[in-house]
């Protein structure tokens, strides 16, 4: 072996001494919400999402700890073997996380906790989390779990739509709304 080499190998093996030779995890890469993230043969897209107090009525209402938030998104199989679409994480800014549910009874158009696509087959629709309403970021996982990606979910009430019709003002209503108080007509 030349000089060169050998030099190599011992500044090679100093270094993992150092180090401790551990591999380094793959980086998990942040994306923004709407935009299409590819992890493994899974492609994720969210669409929006949605904060609740409630699900359902009646008899059949389901109140959270905290507060439902519905993600609304679509994952896509591009493999060519049927395959699972694992169960989705959120995190806050804290570090703390949230599993999705395993039930979605009351959820409109609710995918399902154990799911399945066949090859080039898209699961639409909403997964559903109990967690205080926070910014936060959705892992995604590719089809045998060892990769992950982050999509950025900011934190939006627009989305949450009201109970039942607004008030409309009556004329009295603005007419006095209009006046200074204490001044008469």
């Known amino acids: 072996m030349s000089r060169n080499l050998h030099y190599t190998l011992a500044l090679a ?49 389901r109140i959270p700890e905290h507060r439902f938030f519905l993600v609304r998104l679509s994952a896509v199989n591009g493999g060519s073997e049927q395959m699972a679409i694992p169960n989705l994480t959120i995190e806050d800014d804290q570090g703390n996380s949230y ?3 395993p039930n ?49 979910i900011p934190l939006n009430f627009n989305a949450e739509s009201p109970e039942g019709p607004l008030p409309v003002p009556s004329k009295q209503d603005t007419t006095s709304s209009l006046t200074s108080p204490g001044k008469k007509k």
């Open 104 to 152: 979605g009874e009351g959820v409109s158009q609710w995918i399902g906790y154990l799911r399945q696509a066949k090859p080039a087959e898209s699961l639409d629709g909403q997964i559903v989390f109990d967690a205080p309403p926070r910014h936060y970021k959705l892992r995604v996982f590719d089809e045998t779990g060892d990769h992950a990606a982050l999509i950025d």
């Open 13 to 61: 093996a100093v270094t993992c001494l150092l180090t401790g030779c551990k591999p380094t995890a793959p980086k998990v890469v942040t994306y923004e919400m709407g935009n299409r993230v590819s992890v493994g043969h899974l492609v994720y897209t969210v669409f929006e999402t949605q904060w609740l107090t409630q699900l359902g009525s009646g008899a059949d209402v």
């Open 99 to 101: 599993d999705e549910l």
